[in-house]
């Protein structure tokens, strides 16, 4: 039996699992692994900050197809305080349901007890944000801990994995054979055929159904299988924040966002007219459904998830489904082929029409002419200025992403991923990173507010060492946006300026941070815009700079200062601050429609 150190297993079994690149900082704890590492083909991209690591991790994971072999996004740090640093990307990725594997080096077995420098039991701390931390204490466990975590990864509901490795155990000696080692099986479950003719039995007698398609849709791979149901069936699809891009934004049975915050004027309306609900890989979040009352009142409900415990966790389904959405797609599509060739469908012919006028007719003005430019006339330029196929857009927390939600365009899956239920604040910067270099043929656009930009602003230099060319739309009003707007509820206004004088800056006014010359001394470069007719030529310029230099360009957008965007707290309660472009319709259209 061949002999090498557990670093060495271990390194052999990323390989196997088909990892090709990692995320990382090493450290005298974690050497061993990169002693190991350095031997292989496994490119490794040094970054600033090892919660920036695992955001990269996140971006790269979500931006492959599926979550199968070489998928799977990879951060590595020393100990102690590398770990502590990971546990905010671990719960990014647990609560978006996306496998991502953290490795931490740690003191040696026999200083664990005894406060060495660095130690902590970084596998106790990590446990509530993972789906298994283990400090692996002997070391010819190694090489089955990494295959058993990439089963946990890539089991079920998808989530992330941390291994910690003692000094000493990395580099015993231990006897291992990589040729006999092969990954473990993975295990979705699968729906029964009766369950998806019950359900469907229920859409039937329905009169106004909706699908709601959550991010579990995208991780299974099902978007066509997703698209292939509604046209059988005829029924409109609500995709959740996680599901955005699962339909394309124009398909005809694309109903639009629902929601509090991350919605469409005419997807709420929607939802409030339906009367049955066919939940595919979604978890009902709070800020899709408001108060469970609103949004559960006069409809039924089936609910398909992955996860056993997820069904009925915020409120009871009629029909409750346990199955890896693929699969279950894969049988609703078997069931109502069948039943569409027998004539069994129900005719929704007016229902869509109804959806479709309302896609049409409620909508929000995007074209605003103000100086300073409100953020919605940079949505209305970013809407124009990128491929509709190519491009995938990157969006992090706060009112920049709410206005994103509202105002962009989405037309494939994996082209719009954002950090959902954690929503920590620096995510845009790394996550675009791990995105573009797990997909280098796609234009990467980053979109988010500058307060949210200054959180791990030091990554953009990991975009310029590693040449990832990248459009950053930097939107800066110096102020934190939604706070201020939900300090509105308790008349104030406290503590969430960032304005100053720049004293290096005077053209900045009391805009503050001079992101263009923190940019270019990241090496990176920097547009700034004050004109909303200069947008478009600015990200036309972004887009060429970023291609030919191979570095990471910011546009910085100069928006008004105070810009409230729709939201209310509930379903039917939504405030529009700004101009509606609501357009009426001969009363014909319907009858018109249905014949």
Same mark, same amino acid.
């Given at each position: ?13 990323m390989?196997?699992?088909? @990892? ?8 005298a ?12 083909k ?19 994971? +979500?931006?492959?197809v ?17 770990? %502590? ?8 990725a ?15 077995? #026999? ?15 990590a446990?509530?944000?993972?789906? $298994? ?6 070391? /010819?466990?190694?090489? $089955? ?14 989530? &992330?994995?941390?291994i910690?490795?003692p000094?000493? @155990? ?8 990589? $040729? ?5 099986? @993975? !295990?979705? &479950?699968?729906?029964? +055929? ?15 159904p ?9 991780? /299974? ?16 699809v ?5 599901? $955005? ?12 966002? @629902? ?9 709420n309306?929607?939802?409030? *007219? ?14 899709h459904?408001?108060s469970?009352?609103? !949004?559960?009142?006069?409809r ?14 915020v ?16 049988? =609703? ?9 027998g ?23 995007t074209?605003?002419?103000? %100086? ?16 509709r ?5 990157v ?13 962009q ?6 082209? !719009? ?20 270099l ?19 602003i030091?990554?953009l ?9 990248l ?9 934190l946006g ?6 509105k ?8 300026q ?5 004293i ?6 009391? !805009?503050?941070?001079?992101?263009? *010359?923190?940019?270019e ?8 815009? =004050? ?7 600015s990200?036309? #310029?972004?887009?060429?700079? #970023?291609?030919?230099?191979?570095v ?6 100069i ?5 409230d965007?729709?939201?209310? &707290? ?26």
């Amino acid at each position: 039996m061949p002999k090498m150190t557990a670093a060495e297993a271990a390194v052999r079994v990323m390989e196997s699992e088909g @990892v090709e690149l990692v995320f990382g900082i090493p450290g005298a704890a974690i050497l061993p692994l990169y002693d190991a590492m350095r031997h292989t083909k496994i490119r490794h991209v040094l970054v600033r900050h090892e919660e920036g690591g695992g955001h990269m991790a996140e971006g790269y994971t +979500r931006a492959r197809v599926g979550t199968g072999a070489g998928k799977i996004g990879v951060n590595i740090g020393t100990s102690g305080p590398a770990g %502590t640093d990971m546990i905010t990307c671990l719960y990014s990725a647990m609560a978006d349901s996306i496998p991502i594997l953290c490795i931490t080096g740690q003191a040696p077995r #026999a200083k664990l007890h005894k406060e060495d420098f660095q130690a902590i039991d970084i596998a106790a701390i990590a446990r509530p944000v993972t789906k $298994w931390a283990v400090t692996v204490l002997e070391a /010819a466990q190694v090489p $089955w801990a990494f295959r058993e975590a990439f089963r946990i990864m890539r089991s079920g509901r998808p989530g &992330p994995v941390l291994i910690d490795l003692p000094l000493d @155990v990395q580099r015993e000696l231990i006897e291992y054979n990589p $040729w006999f080692d092969v990954p473990l099986e @993975v !295990y979705k &479950p699968r729906a029964q +055929r009766k369950q998806i003719e019950a359900a469907l039995d229920l859409l039937a007698e329905s009169k106004r159904p909706l699908i709601v398609a959550g991010g579990g849709v995208i991780n /299974a791979d099902a978007c066509d299988l997703l698209v292939e149901l509604a046209e059988l069936t005829n029924t409109p699809v609500v995709p959740t924040l996680m599901g $955005w891009g699962a339909i394309p934004d124009d398909h005809p049975l694309m109903a639009g966002m @629902v929601g509090l915050q991350t919605q469409h004027r005419y997807g709420n309306a929607t939802f409030l *007219k339906s009367d049955f609900v066919l939940g595919l890989g979604n978890r009902w979040a709070n800020r899709h459904t408001g108060s469970i009352e609103v !949004y559960t009142r006069g409809r039924k409900f089936v609910h398909v998830d992955v996860e056993p415990m997820q069904i009925g966790r915020v409120f009871g389904p009629d029909l409750g489904i346990v199955s890896d959405a693929k699969a279950a797609l894969e049988l =609703f599509v078997e069931v109502a082929r069948e039943r569409k060739k027998g004539k069994l469908l129900t005719d929704r012919t007016r229902w869509v029409a109804e959806v479709q006028k309302r896609k049409r007719t409620m909508l929000r003005r995007t074209d605003f002419k103000n %100086t300073p430019i409100k953020p919605q006339r940079v949505f209305h330029e970013i809407n124009q200025a990128f491929d509709r196929d190519r491009t995938c857009f990157v969006s992090s927390i706060g009112l920049g992403q709410i206005a994103s939600g509202q105002f962009q365009k989405v037309f494939k899956p994996r082209n !719009y991923i954002i950090c959902g239920q954690a929503g920590p604040l620096g995510w845009i910067i790394p996550a675009a990173i791990g995105v573009k270099l797990a997909d280098p043929a796609k234009e990467v656009v980053g979109i988010g507010g500058d307060y949210d930009f200054q959180f791990l602003i030091e990554e953009l230099a990991v975009g310029a060492q590693f040449n990832v060319p990248l459009v950053f739309v930097l939107i800066n009003n110096s102020y934190l946006g939604l706070i201020r707007q939900a300090q509105k509820g308790y008349k104030m206004d406290y503590e969430v300026q960032l304005s100053f004088k720049n004293i290096n800056s005077p053209e900045l006014g009391e !805009y503050g941070v001079d992101f263009v *010359k923190v940019a270019e001394g990241m090496g990176c470069k920097a547009i700034r815009v =004050f004109d909303p007719e200069k947008i478009q030529e600015s990200l036309q #310029a972004a887009r060429t700079q #970023a291609a030919t230099l191979r570095v990471p360009v910011v546009v910085e957008v100069i928006t008004e200062r105070v810009t409230d965007i729709a939201m209310g &707290p509930e379903i039917d309660k939504i405030t529009e601050f700004e101009e509606t472009l609501d357009a009426e319709e001969p009363e014909e259209y319907l009858e018109q429609q249905a014949a």
